[in-house]
């Protein structure tokens, strides 16, 4: 059973581009999380997505930010406009189901650079 | 609002020594998860062990084990026999029992091993 995937492992853009992260979660989870780690920090929750849901954005920055997660294929988090301030690793996570004791997988990362 | 405090921003430890590593946190509610996770250089997020607050006894995994103090909210880490592939950040959390409560994180400790 493969693991969280995310993709690309690293991305590198210039401001003002966007940038389009994703996340396939693990077979037969269809929760998905969206975590930011700024440098020498711990992550901070950003979106929570049910297939084809938002259930919880109360971590997302109100502007340029947005996330989906189609019936079909992967999570996508994007960043519209991306300023130097957006450097981080984005970290996805999934899990089976929604309880607070069920455990998070979590992928890779996706470390993106904004020069 | 939760929140994770973790004091210690860097530990070292001999090799086969033990070490201890402090996470305290504030929440109004009675029952929730804590849980430890490992971030290698490798950046990946690994679960290394959880604790449910309704439990009194204190989670253990081979190596690994917390002493929980509710009252005190307090969760550190135990790591016994420390080894080399031990070296990593540790990051402590907290999730609420209810609703579609996201991680919430400690800033982490990195823990270095000395041979």
């Known amino acids: 059973n493969a693991g969280v995937m995310q993709n690309p492992r690293h991305l590198v853009r210039r401001r003002g581009q966007e940038a389009r992260l994703r996340c396939s979660p693990m077979?037969?989870?269809?929760?998905v999380y969206w975590y930011r780690q700024l440098p020498e920090e711990g992550l901070k929750f950003m979106v929570y997505l049910q297939k084809e849901n938002i259930i919880d954005e109360s971590g997302m920055p109100k502007e340029r930010f947005s996330a989906e997660f189609p019936k079909e294929g992967p999570s996508i988090l994007r960043i519209q406009q991306v300023v130097r301030g957006d450097s981080a690793a984005y970290f996805c996570?999934?899990?089976?189901?929604?309880?607070?004791?069920?455990?998070?997988?979590f992928g890779p990362g996706t470390r993106l650079l904004v020069l | 609002a939760q929140t994770v405090t973790q004091s210690q921003p860097e530990m070292s430890v001999q090799e086969a020594e033990t070490v201890t590593l402090s996470c305290t946190y504030d929440?109004?509610?009675?029952?929730?998860?804590l849980f430890w996770y490992k971030q290698p250089p490798s950046r990946q997020m690994i679960l290394v062990i959880r604790?449910?607050?309704?439990?009194?006894q204190n989670a253990t995994e081979n190596r690994f084990s917390v002493n929980f103090q509710k009252a005190a909210k307090s969760f550190s880490l135990k790591i016994s026999d420390s080894q080399l592939g031990d070296a990593a950040m540790y990051f402590c959390a907290y999730r609420g029992l209810w609703g579609n409560t996201p991680l919430v994180f400690g800033k982490g400790t990195r823990l270095s091993v000395i041979a």
């Open positions: 929440t109004s509610e009675s029952d929730y998860y």
């Open positions: 604790q449910e607050a309704y439990k009194q």
């Open positions: 077979k037969g989870h269809s929760h």
């Open positions: 996570a999934s899990s089976p189901n929604s309880g607070a004791g069920e455990t998070q997988y």
